[in-house]
């Protein structure tokens, strides 16, 4: 368990080098292959951008001074490199790019293909290789005999060698990286199909390094069976899906049972992240629950600790960062989807875990329209955590003008009733005392 002088980060980071060996940059040949660096240049002056930011996460750190070098001598002009991101390395850091004054930022590595706000950005996804022709072997020998449909995903990384496979006898759907062209757009592909349902109960072969890229599109198809292609073989992936997804559904019974709801802002230059904010601050208000809202950059165990008037964490964030496991955190941390579970009736539990906030807004698969409960709850259940009766809506009618009650010899406005304030003043132990004079 992580100590409170010890905390390492606790979004699930892309920063430790992955064991297969990314290509490195040896020769002056190799680097412009991995790096595209004539494609970079390129973009900058049809673009024609004067500040431009390379963006790198930390296990491709050591090769930024050569990128960024070669850069520069075939544009003629200066560009500076991005280090340590703000939240996550898969997300696009537009806020530090925008204190420096960047007009458009260059992505390197692996990323979750999120939107930005309104920066300009280039993806340059490097190069990893898996071995095709195996691949294709493996699922040609597994499935070139079964009907029905098999959908490859990968990591950016194998989008130059995975995005043309072919696979004799089986009908293979490929989830290319990005959204151009026609097709159904999901977790920041392409897919070949008139509608995703129709991938539900397909089996899925997946190239990567895992971890949480993996679980993203577990959660998001939890009726498929997934097959992870490592050391030149197929095996079955190997995870519980019905057994996360009954984990999740226990937060989503302790949200409900919850008072106050902090908002954990784990992104500040992903597209729409300010109508989500807006739209859960609504649905916990319409419930009847207090809301906080915290910018804390990075979530560690000992930042969320310093808050422990908080029942319940919201962490928004891209698809990729924003399942924690929240097991050694002092309160369970979820999504923007099973927030709404707990608090929206008309959001009803799909069988799925959505983990991209954008589906929730209006436009979206998984929008629903906010419910406004009665003065003192619509409707009452009975909790299934504690055995007691609980409802949603407007548990006290007070205006809050301005009145004040005393709590354990402390004075608190009625603003705050039910909220943070109230919980302080209600702990008999506020803190060390002054014993002056």
């Given at each position: 368990?992580?100590?409170?002088?010890?905390?390492?980060?606790?979004?699930?980071?892309?920063?430790?080098?992955?064991?297969?060996?990314?290509?490195?940059?040896?020769?002056?040949?190799?680097?412009?292959?991995?790096?595209?660096?004539d494609?970079?240049?390129?973009?900058?002056?049809?673009?024609?951008?004067?500040?431009?930011?390379?963006?790198?996460?930390?296990?491709?750190?050591?090769?930024?001074p050569?990128?960024?070098?070669?850069?520069?001598d075939?544009?003629?002009?200066?560009?500076?490199?991005?280090?340590?991101?703000?939240?996550?390395?898969?997300?696009?850091?537009?806020?530090?790019?925008?204190?420096?004054?960047?007009?458009?930022?260059?992505?390197?590595?692996?990323?979750?293909?999120?939107?930005?706000?309104?920066?300009?950005?280039?993806?340059?996804?490097?190069?990893?290789?898996?071995?095709?022709?195996?691949?294709?072997?493996?699922?040609?020998?597994?499935?070139?005999?079964?009907?029905?449909?098999?959908?490859?995903?990968?990591?950016?990384?194998?989008?130059?060698?995975?995005?043309?496979?072919v696979?004799?006898?089986?009908?293979?759907?490929?989830?290319?990286?990005?959204?151009?062209?026609?097709?159904?757009?999901?977790?920041?592909?392409?897919?070949?199909?008139?509608?995703?349902?129709?991938?539900?109960?397909?089996?899925?072969?997946?190239?990567?390094?895992?971890?949480?890229?993996?679980?993203?599109?577990?959660?998001?198809?939890?009726?498929?069976?997934?097959?992870?292609?490592?050391?030149e073989s197929?095996?079955?992936?190997?995870?519980?899906?019905?057994?996360?997804?009954?984990?999740?559904?226990?937060?989503?019974?302790?949200?409900?049972?919850a008072?106050?709801?902090?908002?954990?802002?784990?992104?500040?230059?992903?597209?729409?992240?300010?109508?989500?904010?807006?739209?859960?601050?609504?649905?916990?208000k319409?419930?009847?629950?207090?809301?906080?809202?915290?910018?804390?950059?990075?979530?560690?165990?000992?930042?969320?600790?310093?808050?422990?008037?908080?029942?319940?964490?919201?962490?928004?964030?891209?698809?990729?960062?924003?399942?924690?496991?929240?097991?050694?955190?002092?309160?369970?941390?979820?999504?923007p989807?099973?927030?709404?579970?707990?608090?929206?009736?008309?959001?009803?539990?799909?069988?799925?875990?959505?983990?991209?906030?954008?589906?929730?807004?209006?436009?979206?698969?998984?929008?629903?329209?906010?419910?406004?409960?009665?003065?003192?709850?619509?409707e009452?259940?009975?909790?299934?955590?504690?055995?007691?009766?609980?409802?949603m809506?407007?548990?006290?009618?007070?205006?809050?003008?301005?009145?004040?009650?005393?709590?354990?010899?402390?004075?608190?406005?009625?603003?705050?009733?039910?909220?943070?304030?109230?919980?302080?003043?209600?702990?008999?132990?506020?803190?060390?005392?002054?014993?002056l004079?």
């Open positions: 368990m992580a100590t409170a002088m010890n905390t390492p980060d606790q979004i699930p980071s892309l920063s430790i080098t992955p064991n297969e060996g990314i290509t490195r940059s040896t020769t002056p040949t190799s680097l412009d292959t991995v790096y595209e660096v494609r970079c240049v390129s973009w900058i002056q049809a673009a024609k951008l004067s500040r431009v930011a390379l963006q790198f996460p930390d296990y491709l750190l050591a090769d930024a050569r990128v960024c070098g070669a850069v520069q075939r544009l003629g002009q200066e560009v500076f490199i991005l280090g340590d991101t703000s939240y996550g390395e898969c997300c696009v850091d537009e806020v530090a790019a925008s204190h420096l004054a960047a007009d458009g930022v260059i992505h390197f590595g692996h990323t979750c293909l999120t939107p930005t706000q309104t920066m300009p950005v280039m993806y340059v996804y490097t190069r990893r290789e898996c071995g095709k022709e195996r691949l294709a072997e493996e699922v040609k020998e597994r499935w070139g005999k079964k009907e029905g449909k098999v959908l490859l995903l990968y990591d950016v990384e194998y989008q130059h060698e995975l995005r043309d496979t696979v004799e006898g089986v009908e293979l759907v490929i989830g290319q990286c990005g959204e151009e062209g026609d097709g159904v757009k999901k977790f920041g592909r392409t897919f070949n199909v008139e509608t995703f349902d129709s991938l539900h109960g397909c089996d899925v072969v997946y190239v990567g390094r895992g971890e949480q890229i993996l679980l993203n599109f577990m959660y998001n198809l939890p009726q498929c069976e997934f097959f992870v292609f490592e050391n197929l095996v079955p992936a190997g995870v519980s899906v019905a057994k996360m997804m009954m984990k999740r559904y226990f937060l989503v019974e302790k949200t409900k049972d008072e106050r709801i902090g908002l954990l802002v784990g992104t500040l230059g992903t597209a729409n992240f300010g109508d989500i904010l807006d739209r859960l601050r609504q649905t916990i319409n419930a009847g629950k207090k809301v906080y809202t915290f910018l804390v950059g990075k979530p560690n165990v000992a930042k969320l600790a310093n808050f422990p008037e908080i029942d319940v964490f919201v962490l928004v964030a891209c698809p990729e960062t924003s399942i924690l496991d929240s097991k050694e955190f002092l309160q369970p941390i979820i999504t989807y099973e927030l709404e579970l707990a608090c929206n009736k008309e959001q009803e539990w799909s069988g799925q875990l959505v983990t991209d906030y954008r589906e929730l807004l209006e436009g979206g698969e998984m929008f629903k329209q906010l419910t406004e409960y009665g003065e003192f709850g619509d009452g259940d009975v909790s299934l955590i504690t055995g007691r009766v609980r409802s809506g407007v548990k006290s009618v007070r205006d809050g003008g301005g009145e004040l009650v005393v709590v354990n010899d402390k004075t608190v406005s009625l603003v705050h009733e039910g909220g943070g304030g109230q919980f302080l003043a209600s702990r008999s132990w506020g803190g060390l005392e002054q014993q004079g």
